[in-house]
């Protein structure tokens, strides 16, 4: 699987576009990348997935380069309830069976006011 | 979206005692789930994949004797701490990938389990 690296924690202010960025050198050909946000005493909630080049939803916007080695996530106009952590996870395409995800440190964001 | 279930949210019991965690997949069916533990600040350690019909498949250093996984529908995954002791507290969660969208994982609430 995959091994994925992110910064340990970040800071922001409010209002401010917070862009977390992830290594995944070994991604396999089939694998898709996912991030996850998790608040205290909480399961993971979905973000965002995506394969290759730019995926935004209502929440976030993903970036993954050509060679697909890294990816950010990037938050607009954070708010205090966007502090929480984050992680990204690299696999289960959809050829490659059914694999857990495995998660890495994750990012600690903390907003402040 | 699609709603993980995970019951019960928080559990206190007695050292020596079992433990049943329950893990829902309300409005699609996940013919694969797995189970992770969460400690303090600290990130989620896979414990095992359930799969419908067949048997848990454990992780490294797992007790499959103490973590009983069981899957018995297409719905719902049970897991048992048996004979809980003080360090098998911890956050346990689910998660049940959808069997039309495997690329997606999506994980419950979480059980926050306490042994006195």
């Known amino acids: 699987l995959a091994k994925t690296t992110q910064p340990i924690s970040m800071d922001s202010y409010e209002g401010q576009e917070v862009n977390i960025t992830c290594s995944h050198n070994n991604i396999a050909t089939n694998d898709y990348i996912t991030w996850y946000q998790q608040f205290p005493s909480q399961g993971p909630r979905f973000i965002i997935q995506g394969y290759k080049t730019k995926v935004t939803n209502e929440v976030a916007s993903l970036f993954i380069p050509a060679d697909r080695k890294s990816s950010t996530l990037s938050l607009p106009r954070v708010s205090l309830s966007d502090t929480a952590v984050y992680y990204c996870?690299?696999?289960?395409?959809?050829?490659?069976?059914?694999?857990?995800?495995?998660f890495g440190s994750g990012t600690r964001l903390q907003v402040q006011p | 979206g699609a709603v993980v279930s995970q019951h019960p949210s928080r559990v206190i019991c007695k050292s020596g005692t079992s433990v049943k965690i329950e893990c829902r997949s309300l409005d699609f069916q996940a013919t694969t789930m797995f189970w992770y533990r969460q400690f303090p600040k600290q990130s989620l350690m896979l414990m095992a994949t359930?799969?419908?019909?067949?048997?848990?498949?454990?992780e490294q250093g797992v007790e499959k004797d103490k973590f009983l996984i069981n899957h018995a529908s297409l719905t719902l995954s049970t897991l048992t701490v048996t004979s809980a002791h003080p360090e098998d507290s911890s956050f346990y969660i689910c998660s049940a990938r959808d069997d039309r969208f495997i690329e997606k994982l999506f994980f419950g609430s979480g059980t926050q389990l306490s042994v006195l």
């Open positions: 359930s799969n419908e019909g067949s048997k848990a498949t454990y």
């Open positions: 996870l690299v696999g289960e395409g959809r050829d490659t069976g059914r694999r857990a995800l495995t």
